[in-house]
């Protein structure tokens, strides 16, 4: 259930085009400074990511290690719902290392802004001359390649389109629009996309994939399949290098709430799947992070309290469609309908006369502690034993 208004309805632009959501936790998501997954975590994250509906899944860059070989092997193995992919290197090696791992679809990336070929020391005509032969080989071998243009938010765009062009002739059947940095705007990511697309034709499906260095990644997603793009990358929680990548759930939350376009994903699933990858991984999310924060669906104020029983009143959806809980915390912001509401929730019978000073006393240990008062710490109150 959403309460969003009917303003989006009347200034969002209907998606006609279908809209798939790609995975990239257990390749991009890893990149995450200090985060190592083995293969045994990546299959379990691999299984969770199928269960919650993402429509593709990277199992990662086999070439890498033996390790992330054996993790993509295993993962394309498991006879998954999800489309699983492999990541490469413009390199014929590296999609031979895909293909070993018995997968039949990958991403293929190749440096395509000056400053990206700069700090490689390869010059575009060697660029283009890669792309052509590992693009070429998966094809030859009946893969579906998705060509990846690195750092193409920077790329100058003639030469951008010579890239696409050259991966197409050497059988690419996809495109990735990408924002390596972060850099777009939501205007900017719409244009790119839809002048890529004026470029090759609706028959090409068009990728995107950003990042969140300025945290507008959920945003430039979102006006990049506004344009037309029909995949969004992106990874659980946004994790992922720097300030990470595009949060695929946040997208598809979007999607299904903003736009009246669901996407298939099983948005009750996201806040297990969250956590799981919290502790492999060894991260931890801000409390008011969207979909898996511990703050979502608490409620502290008493202004806020007073209208607990009309939980549209105070929540853009319900807490089920994140499989979260709503609850009343007590606290220094805490109100008489805070306390009235708690006493029921506990069964504890409080004197309407008497609830005014409880709630201060509430405050004041709130203040006392810096914290929230727990519920043990209330029925002290209330028993007078604080």
Request: charged fraction near 25%; include cysteine.
């Amino acid at each position: 259930m959403f309460w969003v208004g009917t303003l989006n309805q009347t200034v969002l632009p209907e998606l006609r085009h279908p809209v798939g959501l790609y995975d990239t936790t257990l390749r991009d998501g890893e990149q995450a400074v200090g985060v190592v997954l083995d293969a045994d975590q990546k299959v379990e994250l691999a299984r969770l990511l199928d269960e919650a509906g993402v429509d593709r899944i990277e199992a990662g860059f086999p070439r890498v290690s033996e390790e992330d070989w054996e993790a993509a092997a295993r993962i394309g193995r498991l006879g998954l719902r999800a489309e699983v992919w492999g990541f490469a290197r413009a390199l014929v090696g590296d999609v031979e290392a895909v293909l070993r791992a018995g997968l039949r679809c990958t991403v293929v990336e190749a440096p395509v802004s000056e400053v990206k070929l700069r700090a490689f020391g390869l010059s575009g005509e060697e660029v283009l001359r890669r792309i052509e032969q590992a693009v070429g080989y998966g094809a030859r071998e009946g893969m579906k390649v998705a060509f990846f243009g690195v750092d193409g938010s920077r790329a100058d765009l003639e030469f951008l389109r010579r890239a696409y062009r050259v991966a197409l002739e050497a059988g690419a059947e996809e495109l990735v629009v990408v924002d390596t940095l972060g850099v777009l705007s939501p205007a900017a990511a719409g244009y790119l996309v839809r002048q890529v697309g004026e470029w090759f034709g609706p028959q090409v499906p068009l990728h995107y994939h950003g990042h969140n260095d300025f945290g507008l990644a959920t945003a430039t997603a979102l006006a990049a399949v506004e344009a037309g793009a029909r995949w969004v990358h992106g990874t659980v929680d946004g994790m992922g290098e720097r300030a990470g990548n595009a949060d695929l759930f946040q997208v598809g939350l979007a999607l299904a709430g903003l736009y009246g376009r669901p996407v298939g994903l099983r948005l009750e699933r996201v806040q297990e799947l969250s956590r799981r990858l919290r502790e492999v991984a060894g991260y931890q999310v801000e409390p008011w992070k969207p979909l898996v924060g511990e703050n979502l669906f608490r409620r502290e104020t008493g202004a806020v309290a007073m209208q607990f029983h009309v939980p549209e009143a105070i929540e853009p959806y319900a807490a089920e469609v994140v499989g979260a809980k709503r609850r009343l915390v007590l606290g220094k912001k805490s109100g008489l309908a805070s306390i009235r509401i708690k006493c029921e929730e506990l069964g504890l019978q409080v004197p309407e006369e008497a609830q005014g000073d409880l709630l201060a006393r509430v405050k004041e240990l709130s203040i006392r502690k810096r914290g929230l008062v727990s519920d043990e710490e209330f029925r002290a109150l209330v028993a007078g034993r604080t």
